[in-house]
Each structure stands twice: as structure tokens, then as C-alpha cells.
């Protein structure tokens, strides 16, 4: 059994920071990309950010230079930092994993519960 836990989410102001944490637990071999989406009311969800094993990192071009992706392999965790927030980043952020179970070839995606930002004008 595979978990994806995300924390960090909340209110705040724009302009403001928030820090999101997504922590990978269970039956894991190894984690190859770990990323962020988000899905606001009525819109598809969207890729926010993404960061490979070796650090390489992709962002949405909505979210350049305002929000920063890393990971802790040791913890099999993903952060993403969030500065200069805007009302249009409101919505709910999930974070996903692909990974490997055992030593063979194939990739698994596993996904967070998501969680909530808001952004107040």
C-alpha cells in the first residue's frame, strides 16, 4: 500500500507564501518524477510543477518564477514553494508520484488527496 500526504495548504492573502509538502510512505522501490497539479472550480487540472529523481524541474508557465519545486529523496518527500500568490491560484493542489514497486520495469502513479489553497484579494 502506497500513501501520498500533502500538507500545507490555507488561506492567504495575495502576494503572499504558502509551503506545500507531499510525503510518499509504504511499499516503495523508488520514486522516478514527483509533481504538483491543481484543479480550480470548473477547469481541468493543470500541471503546476514537476521534479525528476536526478532534480531536473518543469513548471506550468502560469506559475514561473513565483513557485519553487524540490525533493528530499531520503524522505520521499516533495515540497513546493509558493511565492507572490494570486487570487487565480485558488484552488486544490495534488501532488503525484511515479514510482516503482519492486526492482522491475514498471512505473506506478500514485496520487495525493489533495488540499486547498486560497488565495484573498
Known amino acids: 500500500q502506497v500513501q501520498l500526504v500533502e500538507s500545507g495548504g490555507g488561506l492567504v492573502q495575495a502576494g503572499g507564501s504558502l509551503r506545500l509538502s507531499c510525503a510518499a510512505s509504504?511499499?516503495?522501490?523508488?520514486?522516478?518524477?514527483m509533481g504538483w497539479y491543481r484543479q480550480a472550480p470548473g477547469k481541468q487540472r493543470e500541471l503546476v510543477a514537476v521534479?525528476?529523481?536526478?532534480?531536473?524541474?518543469n513548471y506550468g508557465d502560469s506559475v514561473k518564477g513565483r513557485f519553487t519545486i524540490s525533493r528530499d529523496n531520503a524522505k520521499n518527500t516533495v515540497y513546493l514553494q509558493m511565492n507572490s500568490l494570486k487570487p487565480e491560484d485558488t484552488a486544490v493542489y495534488y501532488c503525484?508520484?511515479?514510482?516503482?514497486?519492486?526492482?522491475?520495469?514498471?512505473?506506478?502513479?500514485?496520487w495525493g488527496q489533495g488540499t486547498q489553497v486560497t488565495v484573498s484579494s
Open positions: 503525484n508520484a511515479d514510482l516503482h514497486l519492486d526492482a522491475g520495469v514498471y512505473l506506478y502513479r500514485y
Open positions: 521534479i525528476t529523481s536526478g532534480g531536473s524541474t
Open positions: 509504504g511499499s516503495i522501490f523508488s520514486i522516478n518524477a
